[in-house]
């Protein structure tokens, strides 16, 4: 009878335990391809984000900065909550360091994508110029391959860079209309495309590349006008969106500061970190979705 109980009861242990491993197994081949998945992913939109700042760095190099950062964020976070909260507890901490960690690891992400942009605002504020003297030296009888050098042999970051690399392309044997359509994959600008379309149109029927450059600058003039005043009509809205997505978390580390008591509960129990969780998502989409209103193409 003792063996028969035995035997009983070792069998729903041993199944139970096969079955923890081959699920423990599961779960961590599934989070070894994701990671895996993702690590490649951004690798290569890192790689791009590099390229089109040129900047000379391996797009590995980011992802362990993000991570160190990531880190460094959250240890930091639990140190200052050690020393500085009355109720220390771990399910507090971890809630913490998760919130300091997430911002720390996309930080160079938009770093780089702050980068890409401001270069891209910069190009475009320099092409209406450089349409000026292209067209000014079309004026004097020089080729559109000469007017191309003359904008590449002017000292001004980031379009003088780009109109060198253009040339050179077009002296390595490149089509004009392939080395436009890689400068326009580099800069993603539609102010570029306009250009280049205008350019390769021209070539192609025969029209008149001065007046038309000088139209395409005109054109870009009052855009860039119309853009700026739709920035200061929206500027007060934008602003809004921050204060409005950051009063919350400001809020919740002034209670916590305040009435430890009150905040302890939603951070030791599960149902509060939920609610904390629940908040900071609601918090999240108001915040784009106005981010997502106060930005208007032109």
Not at 184 to 194: A, T
Not at 283 to 288: L, P, R, S, T
Request: hydrophobic share 50%.
């Amino acid at each position: 009878m003792l063996a028969t109980i035995t035997t009983q009861d070792t069998l729903p242990a041993a199944a139970t335990a096969a079955a923890i491993v081959l699920v423990t197994l599961v779960v961590a081949d599934f989070f070894s391809y994701t990671s895996k998945t993702y690590k490649e992913r951004y690798i290569r939109e890192t790689a791009v984000e590099l390229d089109d700042v040129l900047l000379q760095m391996p797009p590995g190099r980011i992802l362990d900065l993000s991570l160190a950062l990531a880190t460094l964020a959250a240890f930091l976070g639990v140190a200052a909550l050690a020393m500085w909260s009355e109720v220390f507890s771990w399910v507090k901490a971890a809630f913490v360091a998760v919130i300091l960690a997430g911002p720390a690891f996309i930080a160079p992400r938009m770093y780089l994508k702050h980068r890409k942009a401001a270069r891209l605002s910069q190009f475009n504020e320099q092409l209406e110029d450089a349409l000026m003297s292209m067209s000014s030296a079309l004026k004097a009888g020089f080729s559109i391959n000469q007017a191309l050098e003359s904008v590449a042999q002017e000292n001004r970051r980031p379009i003088s860079v780009e109109f060198r690399l253009l040339v050179q392309e077009i002296r390595l044997g490149v089509p004009l209309e392939k080395a436009l359509r890689n400068m326009e994959d580099r800069m993603q600008s539609e102010d570029l495309e306009l250009v280049s379309t205008a350019i390769i149109t021209a070539r192609q029927t025969g029209g008149e590349l001065t007046v038309i450059f000088q139209r395409l600058a005109a054109v870009i003039r009052e855009r860039t006008r119309i853009q700026g005043k739709i920035r200061s009509l929206t500027a007060q809205g934008k602003l809004q969106a921050y204060i409005v997505g950051g009063m919350p978390f400001m809020l919740m580390f002034a209670m916590n500061y305040v009435a430890p008591d009150v905040m302890s509960v939603f951070f030791n129990s599960l149902w509060g970190l939920l609610l904390i969780v629940g908040v900071s998502i609601l918090v999240g989409c108001g915040f784009f979705a106005i981010r997502k209103i106060t930005t208007i193409d032109v």
